[in-house]
């Protein structure tokens, strides 16, 4: 059952589904723009390649002759991948929700418009001046995203029509790919929001993890735990959306959907057709499978009957605090010998401030408190600082 697998994208979150894949005899080539990106130091082959240039991923694709291909990152000339499909390629989920959720108009305009899923009130921009008429209509404060970019990149919040100039100029230097254009969200008034690890199988049975609560500082997840406290009702509103917005894009594999839980119910936000980074609470094994194990099996068409709570759980992440080409770690030996918790270091060969180098999970049984094991994680992970 050995299959090759090309990944596209190899950060961290590849680097844990390359593990995953490894564990059960799978062969992987991990490609990234840059050379010992840390899912390369794992995986049975690398190339690196600037993934936007069509031409070159048409190279690569023909030199491997992948049975999968895995996107991890969203700077990908995405529409090559349906010729894949054609040429009887395999794209995790599918073709279709690879190309539609790397760019944040088709997702958006899907849930709202064609499912009609209850989203925040929104606008595009494509310029500072059309930026300007956005926040008009849609009312400060509001958020500004590039269409394509992660992990909050790009990411303000206008507060102040001064704020609008320099969302638009940031906006556009943390924009991934060749888009200019951005989405413009009126602010919810939420109480608090979810992470729902949705999975979808090849047999078309659709199965949902615990929710995922999590905290974001600068548009990127500082803490996420498991299970997030939340009502009945909003929790199976949420299933049903995700259940919707999956279906409607087709496909197996683990999908990182994104809620807003407020006091008038709940908005969809976003969606990613991957494991998701607020889902590494589940390292904890929090979980009979971890969210990199799911997607795996789902990739392969292994079923999965169920997906059962095993204990509560919550991630920090240890962020760099300066540029380094050679960084380094202080405070290790205490994260070694802290109870009921373990760690990760990606291994990213080089550092700059708030990049994520590493995540610290804590635990406890499931009649634990989830705010102490929170308060654990964070604590510790403030312990570890880069050098």
């Not at 070159?56 to 969203?74: C, G, M, N, Q």
């Not at 500072?128 to 394509?148: H, N, Y």
């Not at 700059?352 to 308060?375: A, F, H, K, Q």
Request: hydrophobic share 40%.
């Amino acid at each position: 059952m050995n299959k090759k697998i090309v990944l596209l994208g190899s950060g961290e979150l590849g680097k844990e589904f390359v593990i995953a894949a490894q564990r059960l005899g799978q062969t992987v080539i991990a490609v990234d723009s840059y050379d010992n990106a840390p899912a390369m130091q794992v995986a049975d082959g690398r190339e690196v390649i600037n993934m936007l240039d069509g031409k070159a991923l048409d190279a690569l694709v023909a030199k491997h002759s992948p049975d999968y291909i895995v996107p991890e990152i969203e700077a990908i000339r995405t529409e090559r991948l349906y010729d894949y499909e054609k040429q009887g390629i395999t794209v995790i989920p599918s073709a279709k929700a690879a190309n539609f959720t790397m760019n944040r108009k088709s997702i958006r305009d899907l849930a709202a418009k064609d499912l009609g899923l209850k989203t925040a009130n929104y606008r595009y921009a494509t310029s500072a001046q059309e930026l300007q008429k956005a926040v008009k209509e849609v009312g400060i404060p509001c958020v500004v995203k590039p269409l394509m970019s992660s992990s909050g990149k790009g990411q303000s919040t206008i507060k102040t029509p001064d704020d609008i100039q320099r969302a638009w100029d940031y906006s556009q230097e943390g924009s991934r790919g060749d888009v200019a254009e951005v989405i413009v969200e009126a602010f919810v008034n939420f109480n608090y929001e979810i992470t729902l690890l949705t999975l979808t199988q090849h047999d078309g049975n659709t199965l949902f993890c615990p929710p995922i609560g999590h905290r974001q500082e600068r548009g990127d997840y500082q803490e996420s735990w498991q299970p997030a406290a939340m009502q009945e009702d909003h929790l199976k509103t949420a299933q049903d959306m995700a259940a919707q917005v999956t279906a409607a894009l087709g496909g197996a594999g683990i999908w990182g959907v994104e809620f807003f839980i407020g006091n008038d119910g709940v908005y969809f936000s976003e969606l990613s057709p991957r494991p998701h980074d607020t889902g590494m609470v589940t390292l904890a094994n929090t979980q009979n499978y971890n969210e990199f194990e799911l997607h795996l099996r789902a990739v392969l068409g292994l079923p999965i009957k169920e997906i059962t709570q095993e204990r509560i759980g919550a991630s920090a992440v240890i962020l760099a605090t300066a540029h380094s080409e050679n960084p380094g770690f202080t405070g290790i030996n205490t994260l070694a010998t802290a109870p009921k918790s373990d760690f990760r270091l990606f291994g990213k060969p080089t550092s700059r401030p708030y990049r994520r180098m590493g995540v610290v999970v804590t635990y406890d049984d499931l009649n634990g408190d989830i705010t102490e094991v929170v308060s654990r994680a964070k604590e510790l992970a403030a312990k570890v600082k880069t050098t």
